[in-house]
């Protein structure tokens, strides 16, 4: 069963934004802390955004001052908007869930959604 859903990728050209939205039909993301991932096939996974249920917000620098992630609580929905997109961020972007904050030890992203492709164009 899918947990997670993503929506908002596409076609985009270089320079240029998107804003990719995550949501769930079978709990309220508001009490968890939603992360978002890119992948590219053979490279490694990578966090670009993480929102808490405290309300931490951890970005790492490949994507700092370009992303922003935020809580749509009336959507049910954690967005995160992306601006000047450059082609290396091409990937399939994913959301995932956690009961813990952004840079616990603990973390085991247990629940995800099928992806979303952002294809950036130079």
């Known amino acids: 069963q899918v947990q997670l859903v993503e929506s908002g990728g596409g076609l985009v050209q270089a320079g240029g934004s998107l804003r990719l939205s995550c949501t769930s039909s079978?709990?309220?993301?508001?009490?968890?802390?939603i992360a978002w991932f890119r992948q590219v096939p053979g490279q490694e996974r990578e966090r670009v955004s993480c929102?808490?249920?405290?309300?931490?917000?951890v970005y790492p620098d490949s994507v700092k001052d370009r992303f922003t992630t935020f809580r749509d609580s009336a959507k049910n929905s954690v967005d995160l908007q992306m601006n000047s997109l450059k082609p290396e961020n091409n990937a399939v972007y994913y959301c995932a869930e956690d009961s813990v904050d952004c840079n616990s030890k603990y973390t085991r992203w247990e629940r995800w959604g099928q992806g979303t492709s952002v294809t950036v164009s130079s």
């Open positions: 079978g709990f309220t993301l508001d009490y968890y802390t």
């Open positions: 929102i808490s249920g405290s309300g931490d917000i």
